[in-house]
């Protein structure tokens, strides 16, 4: 190696005492960006931990640890006798672009696929757990933690090996025994867990569901108004979206069939319309599974929130009644636990698991194996029964809060749907000419999150209003948050909403509100 004197370039190192970084850090910052910038080169000496302390007036402590650092990372290097050297070979570290950088580069990506089925993905903003009102969050601020790191605090003890490693696409055999479980006394269904594939939330089901069972292009039923992001899977899937009304019975399956008939598949929330509130009607079912069998066609069905209802008896799955295995059932641990444990499941015909679980695998290996160890014996446990018992409670609790403040802070303004009493959302209309767009993104700087729903529909012809969450949202906290939406209401000039005609999906709206 060349030896090259110290270089006096060093002493431009300026620390800032003031700073949140430490000194430590600050010269070890120092060294990497001369060295990578090229301003120390290769076989310069840099002054001894000594001298380096005594110029810039830092505990030689200091200055020991940050070349240490330097030396394990691989920018500096020492000669035994004769001091430390920036190393001959430098680590290969890339320089992180600063945010300005970022906005300045004119380099964009092309995105083939997303330019061959849409312009872009139609997301909705994404709802803030921590403000008032947000759809589709359970109560975060009841999380089970203590059941859950117990049970997660005994897995590590046993270290289990086998969880480290790569997993079953399928999900974890242990889960899967306990969704069976599960799905037979709380939903009725009776599966085994070989029919279960363990999946990243509802999300992915619809998108492995879509990729599995049609092709590019293929035409999909999907209630109007609906669910915004599973749709968004369907749109990234290329599938012909093809709204399909909902009216109080649920999907108008004879529209449906008149609109396309020979549709491979359909997206449908028949316990609990989403975001409507309706539960699919007997009749409407059998139409349903009739039309799917004749057209051999599948059901997708999306059983996002079916363990919430509080009054009256639910009606059993779609699943339950299928004779012909037409029907997916979607479940997810979104609502009944929370949606950053991001695990949900499918119960699929057991000649179709291979196919699904190649997908899986194909997709993301599988989901993850610990999380999923520890969620099976909160089950098994009778963990999750009793969490959702509690929450049952709650819910109706919070529910009801909601309704009161609505009718003592927007009567005449905001009409709530009040049945079926179910689910964690409810629906309230605009009685008013007022663009729920608007007043959502205003409500927002109020942060109040109040999705509108008119931009739960894909076609033309919208229902104004909000779709508002109340799982999540404190009792005390109902009458202020909607107090802040009638203020936004009332801020935002009425105005009639842009009405794209035709039948495909008007992805438009969301972006208004981004
Ligand atoms: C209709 C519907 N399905 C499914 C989900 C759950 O999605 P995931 O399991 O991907 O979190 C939601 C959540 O808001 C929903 O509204």
Request: charged residues 25%.
């Amino acid at each position: 190696m060349v030896s090259r004197p110290i270089s006096p370039l060093w002493n431009s190192l300026a620390l800032d005492r003031a700073a949140a970084r430490s000194l430590q850090d600050q010269i070890v910052e120092y060294f990497r960006a001369a060295v990578l910038g090229g301003r120390l080169k290769a076989g310069t000496r840099v002054p001894s931990s000594r001298v380096l302390a005594a110029d810039h007036g830092v505990a030689r402590i200091t200055a020991v640890q940050a070349y240490e650092r330097l030396v394990a990372e691989g920018y500096l290097a020492s000669r035994p006798g004769s001091g430390l050297f920036v190393a001959e070979s430098q680590p290969e570290r890339p320089v992180r672009p600063s945010a300005a950088a970022l906005r300045r580069s004119r380099v964009r990506p092309r995105l083939p696929a997303l330019k061959r089925s849409v312009p872009a993905l139609a997301m909705p903003p994404r709802p803030d757990e921590r403000l008032p009102l947000s759809t589709g969050i359970p109560a975060l601020d009841h999380f089970p933690w203590s059941d859950w790191a117990r049970i997660t605090a005994r897995l590590h003890r046993d270290r289990p090996l086998d969880a480290l490693g790569h997993g079953d696409p399928q999900g974890e055999r242990e889960l899967r025994e306990a969704i069976a479980q599960y799905l037979g006394a709380a939903r009725g269904i009776a599966c085994a867990a070989e029919q279960i594939l363990v999946v990243a939330g509802s999300q992915q089901g619809i998108d492995l569901t879509a990729r599995a069972l049609a092709r590019p292009g293929d035409a999909i039923w999907i209630e109007e108004p609906g669910y915004p992001i599973g749709r968004a899977a369907l749109q990234a899937a290329a599938l012909e979206r093809v709204p399909v009304p909902v009216d109080s019975e649920g999907i108008d399956v004879a529209a449906g069939a008149r609109l396309a008939p020979a549709a491979r598949l359909a997206l449908v929330t028949p316990s609990h319309h989403y975001p409507l509130g309706f539960t699919m009607s007997l009749r409407r079912r059998l139409a349903l599974l009739d039309w799917a069998e004749s057209a051999n066609a599948w059901i997708l069905e999306d059983d996002y929130d079916g363990e919430y209802r509080y009054s009256g008896r639910p009606l059993a799955p779609l699943y339950t009644l299928d004779r012909g295995h037409r029907v997916l059932y979607l479940g997810t641990f979104s609502k009944v636990l929370a949606p950053g444990l991001r695990l949900g499941y499918l119960v699929v015909p057991a000649g179709a698991v291979d196919a699904f679980a190649a997908l899986k695998a194909a997709s993301d290996r599988h989901a993850p194996s610990l999380t999923q160890r520890v969620l099976a014996r909160f089950i098994e446990e009778g963990r999750l029964a009793a969490h959702l018992r509690r929450m049952r409670v709650l819910y109706a609790s919070r529910r009801r809060a909601l309704l009161d403040a609505l009718e003592g802070e927007a009567a005449g303004l905001l009409r709530a749907s009040g049945t079926p009493e179910a689910g964690l959302h409810l629906v309230a209309r605009l009685m008013v000419p007022a663009d729920d767009v608007a007043a959502s993104r205003r409500a927002l700087e109020k942060r109040v999150f109040a999705a509108p729903l008119s931009t739960y529909y894909a076609g033309a012809q919208r229902e104004r209003g909000f779709v508002l969450g109340f799982a999540n949202t404190r009792e005390d906290r109902m009458a202020p948050a909607v107090r802040h939406l009638v203020g936004a209401i009332a801020e935002t000039k009425p105005r009639t909403l842009s009405s794209k005609a035709g039948t495909r999906e008007n992805s438009g709206t969301w972006r208004r509100m981004a």
